[in-house]
T-cell receptor, first 112, second 112 residues
Framework: SAVISQKPSRDICQRGTSLTIQCQVDSQVTMMFWYRQQPGQSLTLIATANQGSEATYESGFVIDKFPISRPNLTFSTLTVSNMSPEDSSIYLC?????????FGQGTRLTVV | QQQVKQSPQSLIVQKGGISIINCAYENTAFDYFPWYQQFPGKGPALLIAIRPDVSEKKEGRFTISFNKSAKQFSLHIMDSQPGDSATYFCAGRGGSNYKLTFGKGTLLTVNP
């Protein structure tokens, strides 16, 4: 299985500020993904992080709110911008290699 | 539009019993169906997965049954143990984009 490291593991942030979450994968992968899991809910895909090009966002998610970087094949960042309490969630990084998809441990974000 | 419907929402089973979780999908382009296990405070961990050209896959106490014509698949946990208590998510994925669509999850509680 893959090793995916996310930082920070949790944070408490003031509304109106921004938080950048880092995701490091143990080997080069073509596709990386960012998901959101709201409290007690399932996982919702935010965007696909493409190396060398802009991220592809799902319906309901926009680049201004969730800018994503993918500088190389092992690393990606997700920024949650201008945060509000509604952004309190777990944010998960994922990668797919071959057929299987693996997840990081997640970043638990609380906005106060 | 929810593309993967999962039931039940919660399940209580006695130790040694069989836990059964069901999922139904709508997108016929799906060609990969994983199950994830998530403990509180952790990211989802890949448990077992199946492709539609196989009707059943077994790994230890965990079995996936797949019915392509009915567009349904299920997870069976044999000899359920208290350590199996977690939230289980089914998912579907299709095409070259490797995006996962998740069910809403099932909270499994195995009583000792």
């Amino acid at each position: 299985s893959a090793v995916i490291s996310q930082k920070p593991s949790r944070d408490i942030c003031q509304r109106g500020t921004s938080l950048t979450i880092q995701c490091q994968v143990d080997s080069q992968v073509t596709m990386m993904f960012w998901y959101r899991q709201q409290p007690g809910q399932s996982l919702t895909l935010i965007a696909t992080a493409n190396q060398g090009s802009e991220a592809t966002y799902e319906s309901g998610f926009v680049i201004d709110k969730f800018p994503i970087s993918r500088p190389n094949l092992t690393f990606s960042t997700l920024t949650v911008s201008n945060m509000s309490p509604e952004d309190s969630s777990i944010y998960l990084c994922s990668e797919s290699r071959n057929t299987e998809a693996f997840f990081g441990q997640g970043t638990r974000l609380t906005v106060v | 539009q929810q593309q993967v419907k999962q039931s039940p929402q919660s399940l209580i089973v006695q130790k040694g019993g069989i836990s059964i979780i069901n999922c139904a999908y709508e997108n016929t382009a799906f060609d990969y169906f994983p199950w994830y296990q998530q403990f509180p405070g952790k990211g989802p961990a890949l448990l077992i997965a199946i492709r539609p050209d196989v009707s059943e896959k077994k790994e230890g106490r965990f079995t996936i049954s797949f019915n392509k014509s009915a567009k349904q698949f299920s997870l069976h946990i044999m000899d359920s143990q208290p350590g199996d208590s977690a939230t289980y998510f089914c998912a579907g994925r299709g095409g070259s984009n490797y995006k996962l669509t998740f069910g809403k999850g099932t909270l499994l509680t195995v009583n000792p």
